[in-house]
């Protein structure tokens, strides 16, 4: 069984950075795309982020877009989301998640078989 298992959340001031990262863990991982979405309190999931597993093609939301950089390091199974410039619409629990089926499309949950616990991210303003 594959566990994905977010660090990195924390407070952090309008303009400041975090960097999350998501280390997947089980059996043999070759997913075909990771992403982030995030959930703020009375709202729906959302996309955030995907990088294609083997090419690095990378995807984002217009609301992220020069502000955060998703990335991974295959060797370790583990991805990572960069965000800087963050402001207090930013503060959400925010999520990995992966698949090992052709995806498509990446911006939407149901694409993503395995998700991680989630880990809180507050911008004070």
């Known amino acids: 069984q594959v566990q994905l298992v977010e660090s990195g959340g924390g407070l952090v001031q309008t303009g400041g950075s975090l960097r999350l990262s998501c280390a997947a863990s089980g059996r043999t991982f070759s997913p075909s795309v990771m992403g982030w979405f995030r959930q703020a309190p009375g709202k729906e999931r959302e996309f955030v982020t995907a990088i294609i597993w083997s090419g690095g093609h990378t995807y984002y939301a217009d609301s992220v877009k020069g502000r955060f950089t998703i990335s991974r390091d295959n060797a370790k199974n583990t991805a990572y989301l960069q965000m800087n410039s963050l402001k207090p619409e930013d503060t959400a629990v925010y999520y990995c998640?992966?698949?090992?089926?052709?995806?498509?499309?990446?911006?939407?949950?149901?694409?993503?078989?395995?998700w991680g616990q989630g880990t809180q991210v507050t911008v004070s303003s």
């Open positions: 998640a992966a698949t090992v089926r052709p995806y498509s499309p990446v911006s939407s949950p149901d694409t993503y078989d395995y």
